[in-house]
């Protein structure tokens, strides 16, 4: 019986198992590919590590960093494991239908990231040619498989993945014609725009989409639409050879969804309370699964409070506590946590819906005047005890 077991053996899954294994003895990474590390093997670009080691890291070397710490410890690892199914029994243990066996566990934390939307989850009609991938899938091909997906390319929207594969494209001597953004504002870290995209003179199109793709047996060109007030106002075929999907992540919530675990519509991702444990007591969230994280440091912090707060689970140590619900207001996007007790300190995670320039966040009896926020960046706020003390609305004022 094992106390934690973690899904997932992403950089935040990682940090889980750490933070859980300096409480608990018995923990375990159950990991469906072949490797820990989820996707920083594929990201051979630096800026891991900044905030979590204070070191400029690349994907690789920061994966490394992360497993050979867990390696240090007695921790069990799964691989090229996957579970068809989890259920809670009627005395609160986790039985995990793992390939050809069963595992049991007092606490799990679910750590199994994102999903990248696709062509058909975004209705991008016409052809259906090759030549059509997601960022992660090209990044993938280039940075471990050493192949070069397309030398003609045009990229849908400016996530952060999908201005770093733009940058690998132009680096291994492709033509990027674009990055094409439907809103009005980049999606991606400022520092992204600059050294992905205006380092290599790679433009962007804001308020512009794809209608449609054509192309026979590989991809001919895209028809691009200008947006204005909601509507097309023009439209202009672009020659190309190849697309790229970088317009959003989804959190992979399929397993909580099974067992019945609460949604929050704004996030995607589970309700969660400070302790970072989700409707179902003793399962626990972190990382891109809970909230698609600008940084994977963010990520990983939230990794480790889950563990920790999992293993304390496991041996009746967490303490009880009453929870208010926190939901967004004007100019909110999202608040991770949703539920807090305001008895101690907690950090919430936000996100607003524009840029602002200046305002003041305002929620419960607390005021924190904020500036040059952009909806492409999360912000903390430290909420001080005693500042909450009923269900709250976070906005911006």
């Known amino acids: 019986m094992y106390e934690v077991v973690v899904i997932g053996g992403g950089p935040s899954g990682m940090a889980a198992a750490l933070g859980a294994k300096e409480i608990a003895d018995k923990v375990a990474i159950i990991e469906r590919s072949d490797y820990l590390g989820g996707i920083l093997p594929q990201c051979i670009h630096n800026g891991f590590g900044t905030r979590y080691l204070n070191k400029d890291l690349t994907g690789p070397e920061f994966s490394d960093y992360l497993e050979r710490k867990v390696r240090k410890e007695d921790i069990d690892i799964f691989l090229g494991a996957h579970v068809s199914n989890i259920k809670k029994t009627s005395a609160g243990i986790f039985r995990i239908v793992l390939n050809d066996r069963l595992i049991e566990s007092k606490t799990v934390v679910f750590a199994t990231g994102c999903k990248e939307k696709t062509r058909y989850s975004l209705n991008i009609p016409g052809d259906r040619p090759s030549g059509v991938f997601t960022a992660g899938t090209a990044q993938a091909l280039m940075d471990i498989y050493g192949y070069l997906p397309g030398k003609k390319v045009v990229i849908l929207g400016s996530g952060d993945i999908g201005l770093i594969v733009a940058r690998r494209f132009a680096m291994e001597g492709a033509e990027v014609i674009g990055v094409y953004e439907i809103n009005s504002f980049p999606g991606g870290l400022p520092r992204n725009i600059v050294q992905c995209l205006q380092d290599f003179d790679i433009p962007i199109y804001l308020n512009s989409t794809i209608l449609e793709i054509k192309g026979k047996k590989r991809v001919e060109g895209v028809v691009i639409g200008k947006i204005k007030d909601g509507k097309i106002v023009n439209r202009e075929f672009v020659k190309c050879d190849t697309v790229i999907i970088s317009a959003g992540l989804v959190p992979n919530t399929k397993l909580l969804l099974k067992m019945g675990a609460e949604i929050d519509p704004n996030t995607g991702g589970p309700m969660v309370n400070e302790y970072y444990e989700t409707s179902i007591e003793g399962a626990f969230a972190s990382g891109n699964l809970l909230v698609v994280n600008d ?103």
């Open 295 to 397: 940084l994977v440091d963010y990520a990983v912090e939230q990794g480790e409070i889950a563990g920790k707060n999992a293993a304390l689970r496991s041996r009746g140590l967490l303490k009880k506590r009453n929870f208010y619900r926190i939901t967004p207001g004007q100019g909110i996007k999202f608040a991770v946590p949703q539920m807090i007790s305001g008895e101690v300190e907690v950090k919430i995670a936000i996100r607003v819906t524009k840029y602002i320039e200046s305002g003041t966040v305002v929620i419960g009896d607390l005021r924190k005047k904020v500036i040059h926020v952009n909806p492409s960046t999360m912000f903390f706020l430290k909420i001080p005890p005693g500042k909450i003390n009923g269900d709250s609305m976070v906005m911006i004022v």
